[in-house]
């Protein structure tokens, strides 16, 4: 990290960070919840997480059954398509208050998956075979997540990265006491477990109603997280980054 940068995060004080890990944990949960929805209601894909995308490619190549390349492919384009667009934000305010590009990426988010749950709002809990429907709920989920994780990741919180557990897993397994280790950071990682798990059950409980409303109240979550974000650095003074 430059010295400036870290010059300018000593100034900013605890005060001014202090409901980020917060947010960055009720947005893993977030995750969780786009997560099912999206591989139990659009064909199984990952809006989401890239990782699992990635490999669900690979197996459609391969053709197997149930996958879809196209549906993948899209999803991971979005992904990009929103990472690119949250960098560019981040970008374009870098020299104002850093809660700034933060919530409005939240807020924007927010936006995007309420937008998915209008137009999947009367299909049910299924859009495979809905055609446009499907790919329209693929693109906005797939865009949001996007924006999210390029802010997440300008963010820099260890451990809170919002989407992949795997190194948090590794984490805690290879610095525990087992291996010798201190375990640094202990609670932030099986936190974001432990939400994941969490967000996950609740999408897949909330698909019981609808697609609809599982995208809704993920997207309710994330307004909610950026208003947090907003009022935090208000209320924390000065923030010059």
Same mark, same amino acid.
């Given at each position: #990290?430059? $010295?400036?940068?870290?010059?300018?995060?000593?100034?900013?004080?605890?005060?001014? *960070? &202090?409901?980020?890990?917060?947010?960055?944990?009720?947005?893993?949960?977030?995750?969780?919840?786009?997560?099912?929805?999206?591989?139990?209601?659009?064909?199984?894909?990952?809006?989401?997480?890239?990782?699992?995308?990635?490999?669900?490619?690979?197996?459609?190549?391969?053709?197997?059954?149930?996958?879809?390349? $196209?549906?993948?492919?899209?999803?991971?384009?979005?992904?990009?398509?929103?990472?690119?667009?949250?960098?560019?934000?981040?970008? &374009? #305010?870098?020299?104002?208050?850093?809660?700034? @590009? $933060?919530?409005?990426?939240?807020?924007?988010?927010?936006?995007?998956?309420?937008?998915?749950?209008?137009?999947?709002?009367?299909?049910?809990?299924?859009?495979? *075979?809905?055609?446009?429907?499907?790919?329209?709920?693929?693109?906005?989920? +797939?865009?949001?997540?996007?924006?999210?994780?390029?802010?997440? &990741?300008?963010?820099?919180?260890? *451990?809170?990265?919002?989407?992949?557990?795997?190194?948090?897993?590794?984490?805690?397994?290879? *610095?525990?006491?087992? %291996?010798?280790? %201190?375990?640094?950071?202990?609670?932030?990682?099986?936190?974001?477990?432990?939400? #994941?798990? %969490?967000?996950?059950?609740?999408?897949? @409980?909330?698909?019981?109603?609808?697609?609809? @409303?599982?995208?809704?109240?993920?997207?309710?979550?994330?307004?909610?997280?950026?208003?947090?974000?907003?009022?935090?650095?208000?209320?924390? +003074?000065?923030?010059?980054?």
């Amino acid at each position: #990290m430059p $010295a400036a940068r870290i010059e300018a995060v000593e100034k900013r004080g605890p005060s001014a *960070d &202090r409901a980020l890990p917060a947010v960055l944990l009720t947005l893993t949960m977030v995750t969780g919840v786009v997560d099912a929805a999206s591989f139990l209601g659009l064909g199984h894909i990952f809006t989401a997480n890239m990782t699992g995308n990635i490999v669900f490619l690979g197996f459609a190549v391969a053709g197997a059954p149930g996958l879809s390349f $196209a549906r993948s492919g899209i999803a991971l384009a979005a992904f990009a398509a929103g990472a690119v667009l949250g960098g560019r934000m981040e970008a &374009r #305010m870098r020299a104002g208050r850093r809660h700034l @590009w $933060a919530s409005s990426a939240f807020a924007l988010e927010a936006a995007l998956l309420l937008a998915a749950a209008l137009v999947a709002a009367g299909w049910g809990t299924d859009l495979t *075979d809905r055609g446009t429907v499907l790919y329209a709920v693929i693109v906005l989920t +797939g865009l949001g997540m996007g924006i999210r994780n390029a802010t997440v &990741r300008k963010l820099g919180v260890a *451990d809170l990265n919002t989407t992949v557990l795997t190194l948090g897993i590794a984490g805690l397994a290879g *610095d525990s006491f087992l %291996a010798g280790g %201190a375990n640094p950071g202990w609670s932030r990682r099986a936190g974001s477990v432990a939400i #994941m798990f %969490a967000g996950a059950a609740l999408g897949a @409980w909330l698909l019981r109603a609808s697609l609809a @409303w599982a995208l809704g109240i993920a997207g309710f979550i994330s307004g909610a997280c950026a208003l947090a974000v907003a009022l935090s650095r208000t209320a924390g +003074g000065p923030d010059q980054r």
